[in-house]
């Protein structure tokens, strides 16, 4: 079946510093994914989809300098939380889709931030 | 815009009965809704999709309706175990292959 693999699944990082979080398709490849963030007791708000080859399309209210994505090939979208703060620690989860729509959406395992 | 209501609050269900969720959206029908469960930490995991012309699919112990003229789901574990504790979402299609999450319901089977 399709897996998706997300890296790292947890982090703790400084206030000011960056975070990097990676998100391959495994056994197929995506043109598209998608990165999502969860708060506690919350449901998954969608951040951004991120295509291959191109710009990523941001949800209205979600900072494109700050939550930086590339999707450089088919099997690979990063996130890059810049100069995060604080009340960026939250969970983040991509997920990607196989041409059939079946399938339903394969997501990450999440990545826990934690900004100190 | 489309919103999408799952009950907020835990359902709590003795082992060997049968749970059902509910899903209900306000907006436009979408081609297709997804149930997926979500344990703590972790990402969500796909179950089962039923689009728009289907009322009805299943598999194994679990049942998806489709409503389009109620805007509602409903999602159905039999014989339920203490290993189906979790969370479930709907989720629902937008343009450009998105999803919609619900805020999900959180299921506890007691054994």
């Known amino acids: 079946g399709a897996v998706v693999s997300q890296h790292p699944s947890r982090v703790i990082c400084k206030s000011g510093t960056s975070v990097k979080i990676e998100c391959r398709s495994l056994?197929?490849?995506?043109?598209?994914m998608f990165w999502y963030r969860q708060f506690p007791k919350q449901s998954l708000m969608l951040m951004a989809t991120?295509?291959?080859?191109?710009?990523?399309?941001?949800e209205q209210g979600v900072e494109k300098d700050k939550f930086l994505i590339n999707h450089a090939s088919l099997t690979l979208s990063t996130l890059t939380v810049t100069s995060a703060h604080p009340e960026d620690s939250s969970f983040y989860i991509c997920s990607a889709a196989r041409t059939a729509s079946n399938y339903g959406y394969t997501f990450g395992s999440g990545t826990r931030l934690t900004v100190v | 815009s489309q919103k999408i209501e799952q009950n907020s609050e835990a359902l709590n269900i003795q082992e060997g009965k049968t749970a059902t969720l509910t899903c209900n959206y306000t907006n436009y029908s979408p081609a297709y809704l997804q149930w997926y469960r979500q344990d703590p930490g972790r990402g969500p995991v796909f179950l089962l999709l039923i689009r728009e012309n289907e009322k009805e699919k299943r598999k194994e112990r679990l049942k998806v309706t489709f409503d389009t003229t109620l805007k509602q789901s409903l999602f159905h574990i039999t014989a339920s175990q203490p290993a189906d504790s979790a969370t479930y979402l709907c989720a629902l299609d937008k343009a450009g292959n998105m999803l919609t999450f619900g805020g999900g319901t959180r299921l506890m089977v007691k054994p």
């Open positions: 056994d197929f490849q995506a043109t598209t």
């Open positions: 991120s295509n291959e080859g191109s710009k990523a399309t941001y």
